[in-house]
């Protein structure tokens, strides 16, 4: 595909990913006892980066959670703001890591995965301390505990088993460069 076309290709599922990033909280906070805990905006942002690359994921990642609160007040400010670095994280990493990775494989995929997730709650957490901070509070050990990981656990779950799902899929229909079996594509 040429240069045009794969960058025009990239904006529009960017446009989708965040699109779907601004609708799915609603399903999800339907279920009021872990609605959140599902984390909605995580998806789209990771499969943008992984599909789209770095850059676009990263953008992606960063307008979604502000973009969200603009238009529905949710998330709530100031946390809009440290997700919005949290989920540009996640985009960053995962489209990096992705796209340097020789083998489009599981292997590579589950390390991209992994590595932006951790990298994510860490800037999560960096800009909360930041910002309660600013504010004279506090962030404990325990409050990034809390909102990195155990709050988190449903969702984390569900990305480690729905992402490399939908890669896969997605490989075996052509759309992206993706093989099961470790074979570069």
Do not use: D
């Not at 960053?92 to 494989?105: A, E, H, M």
């Amino acid at each position: 595909m040429n240069k045009s076309r794969e960058h025009i290709r990239s904006i529009t599922l960017s446009a989708m990913f965040l699109a779907l990033g601004l609708v799915l909280p609603f399903l999800t906070g339907q279920i009021k006892e872990i609605g959140n805990m599902l984390l909605p905006m995580h998806f789209p942002v990771l499969l943008c980066g992984l599909i789209c690359g770095p850059a676009y994921g990263g953008i992606v990642g960063l307008v979604m959670p502000l973009l969200r609160n603009l238009c529905f007040g949710m998330p709530p400010m100031p946390n809009a703001v440290s997700m919005a670095f949290e989920l540009m994280t996640y985009g960053l990493v995962i489209g990096l890591l992705y796209r340097l990775s020789r083998k489009k494989n599981i292997a590579s995929l589950y390390v991209s995965l992994i590595t932006a997730m951790i990298a994510g709650r860490v800037v999560w957490g960096i800009a909360q301390a930041a910002i309660l901070g600013a504010k004279g509070n506090g962030f404990t050990l325990k409050m990034f505990m809390t909102g990195a990981l155990f709050n988190a656990v449903p969702g984390i779950i569900l990305q480690l088993i729905l992402i490399p799902a939908v890669m896969i899929a997605l490989g075996k229909t052509g759309l992206v460069s993706f093989s099961k079996s470790g074979q570069a594509e």
